[in-house]
């Protein structure tokens, strides 16, 4: 049986080495003041979606949620190599992963025949759990989580070895089934997946990405499908650490240097 | 609020304390009238049960099976919801672990409840429990409530409450179920077919020195310098999960979210760039001096001794003045 992947592609707010404050005075998210990025594992997702097909053949089809911010993930996953790409009409910072799970799954069935969903481990953090979990359960499969390989496919079954704190471990799970993925996806370079083919920008930068509504997914209103509610946001008090530069050519500062710390320890 | 309930964890026969911390944020949640429930699943988890109630669990239900020597969702999912059919907690806390992170929200999704992952605290407000997280590099904490009377499922970092002293003269009331009863003709739909799984060698969060080691270091010969200034420092060895991945080092070793989460008196970060990941499993430490070739690394924003250059220099020179 030919693969039929679905693959989660979100794009996220880029919150690694932030400087400025992020909230406004009534707790919101600044305007402007985040860029976004593909969420890093969905892309390792769609790297092992392209391997698949690259191996064994296989029609990938990337759902990305929400309206594009900065970066158009769905045209980058085409790029990339996705046979077609679908937005869903709904901010994902607004819904909870229940809610969110349940139009991708809405989604999935209205692509039809998907034997495989493909989605990252991480947790953005807009979100409150983790999607694949919910993905999963809105969909009745099986999931394997954490995978950073996927050994084997046959007609009827996955087998996708999964990261675990202190090694690794096979899972072998019936299809149709959803895998999540995590960082350490490629040997070489876990965090550089293929890059996108100038060939099919050039070719596919004006193709129409289709949209789906909430309500032709049967869903009109997914807030109300919401079980976790954001409370509030509030800003984190920055630590104030006070740095002292050290010349590791100077040899009278590093001496000093490891006299403190051996008086303080 | 009347109760909560803790789901340990047992993994490859050894105890994740974090279940105690669990514990501690559970009897903060019940309050002094409620009642703290535990339940642990497994293969020969039976013996765990005593600490538990010695953590302050007023009962412990064992699920104590051969069939369960390795994880897989179905049949700890089974029984969470058996347990939570007999006993309906408003709260269920888990260790954030691998496990955990797996079990609670497919927990929380299959029982419509509200789910929170990677949480460093929970409380109760207006009579509800609620948890948080803090998030956008450490800018922001972010809490969630469930939505009207659902429970919350969440899963708690290290840290997120302190480690209970074991009182031996609690006894709790321990109890079985049979996994027969809480399959109750379901099956196990996903399997094990391989591991490649390390013992525990070390517990880096006992150590009051700690050299780490990452991806800066560039080689196992890069690593074997860290291990020689852990040594010179009678301190242990620590890693980012770049070399742990890189098969430098074990990965009991490893530090950061999804690693121990670690308060040393000194913690030396060697070529760590000092991503997020790695910098909310080592922020407590008491002094930190960091070694990097950039000078704009993240890392050096929480360090209190900066050194720009190249570790497999500056270490060398370290070991000197060390002898």
């Known amino acids: 049986m030919a693969l039929t992947i679905a693959v989660v592609a979100r794009e996220v707010w880029d919150t690694r080495d932030l400087s400025g404050t992020v909230l406004d005075e009534n707790g919101r998210l600044r305007p402007g003041a985040l860029p976004t990025r593909y969420e890093p594992e969905d892309l390792n997702a769609l790297e092992a979606a392209l391997r698949l097909k690259d191996a064994q053949g296989a029609t990938v089809t990337v759902l990305s949620p929400g309206e594009v911010r900065q970066v158009d993930v769905a045209r980058e996953a085409l790029y990339r190599g996705a046979d077609g790409a679908v937005r869903i009409a709904a901010d994902p910072d607004e819904l909870d992963d229940a809610a969110l799970g349940a139009l991708l799954a809405a989604a999935i069935r209205k692509l039809g025949s998907v034997n495989l969903v493909l989605v990252g481990t991480a947790v953005p953090d807009t979100a409150g759990s983790l999607l694949a979990r919910h993905l999963a359960q809105a969909l009745g499969w099986p999931a394997i989580l954490w995978v950073d390989a996927i050994e084997e496919t046959a007609a009827d079954r996955v087998i996708a070895r999964r990261a675990i704190e202190m090694g690794y471990e096979s899972v072998e799970a019936p299809l149709p089934a959803l895998l999540a993925i995590g960082v350490a996806l490629l040997e070489d370079d876990p965090r550089a997946p293929r890059p996108a083919k100038a060939m099919l920008k050039l070719k596919l930068k004006k193709a129409e990405v289709p949209v789906w509504t909430p309500a032709e997914l049967g869903i009109p209103d997914p807030a109300a499908r919401c079980v976790t509610r954001r409370r509030r946001r509030e800003p984190v008090p920055p630590r104030v650490i006070e740095t002292r530069t050290v010349d590791p050519e100077n040899e009278a500062e590093l001496r000093a240097m490891l006299d403190s710390v051996r008086k303080g320890a | ?323």
């Open chain 2, 1 to 323: 609020m009347s109760r909560v309930l803790v789901i340990a964890e047992v993994a490859d026969g050894v105890f994740n304390d974090i279940s105690l911390q669990c514990l501690a944020a559970a009897r903060a949640l019940a309050g002094p009238e409620g009642e703290v429930e535990a339940m642990l699943v497994g293969a020969s988890v039976r013996p765990h049960a005593a600490r538990l109630a010695a953590g302050g669990a007023d009962y412990v239900t064992v699920v104590d099976d051969a069939r369960l020597a390795t994880y897989t969702t179905e049949p700890w999912l089974a029984a969470a919801r058996a347990q939570l059919a007999a006993a309906p907690a408003a709260a269920v806390l888990l260790p954030a672990t691998t496990i955990g992170n797996d079990l609670g929200p497919a927990l929380a999704a299959s029982l419509g409840a509200a789910s929170v992952v990677d949480a460093d605290g929970v409380a109760i407000e207006d009579g509800r429990p609620v948890a948080w997280r803090v998030g956008f590099d450490r800018k922001v904490r972010t809490t969630w409530a469930p939505e009207g009377d659902r429970p919350l499922v969440a899963t708690l970092r290290d840290g997120a409450a302190p480690m209970p002293g074991p009182d031996a003269a609690r006894a709790g009331t321990i109890r079985t179920l049979a996994l027969d009863e809480v399959l109750a003709g379901g099956g196990f739909l996903t399997k094990v077919v391989r591991r490649d799984v390390a013992a525990r060698t070390v517990n880096l969060r006992d150590a009051d020195v700690i050299v780490a080691a990452g991806a800066g270091v560039g080689s196992p010969e890069g690593v074997d310098l860290v291990r020689r200034l852990a040594a010179a420092l009678g301190g242990e060895v620590g890693a980012t999960r770049a070399v742990v991945d890189a098969g430098w080092l074990s990965a009991d070793r490893q530090i950061g979210q999804t690693g121990a989460t670690v308060r040393p008196d000194l913690y030396i970060a060697c070529g760590i760039s000092g991503a997020i990941q790695h910098r909310v499993g080592m922020l407590d430490s008491r002094t930190v001096i960091a070694i990097n070739t950039d000078p704009n690394a993240p890392i050096f924003r929480s360090a209190h001794y900066r050194i720009v250059g190249d570790l497999k220099a500056v270490i060398p020179k370290l070991l000197k003045l060390l002898s």
